[in-house]
């Protein structure tokens, strides 16, 4: 038969095995999140450098296409200065030949 005694240590070695369990899981569990927390600020500081990237490319971009623009402007308008000249040399040199000739 059992005693009741036996059955109060039975327990109470059971207890203080789950007690210890319960300790070592906790401090595992701790060890874990002190990573994750430091992976957690390192994702906030990766995230925040990407958006401060992005955004000054962005602005780079813009500044880029802006003054590709500008440029196709202005070699439009030498594109057309330059047939202007072309055309008055043309017609120059035909009323110059057209002089000589006669």
Request: net charge negative; glycine share 0%; hydrophobic share 30%.
């Amino acid at each position: 038969m059992f005693c009741i005694s036996d059955i109060h240590g039975a327990i109470d070695s059971k207890l203080n095995i789950s007690r210890a369990q319960n300790a070592e899981l906790s401090n595992s569990l701790e060890a874990l999140e002190r990573p994750q927390q430091e992976l957690e600020k390192r994702l906030a500081a990766l995230q925040l450098q990407h958006q401060q990237d992005s955004t000054k490319w962005q602005t780079q971009l813009d500044e880029t296409d802006s003054r590709n623009m500008a440029l196709q402007r202005e070699l439009d308008e030498t594109k057309t200065e330059l047939s202007d000249l072309t055309e008055n040399y043309v017609n120059t040199d035909q009323e110059t030949q057209s002089l000589t000739d006669t």
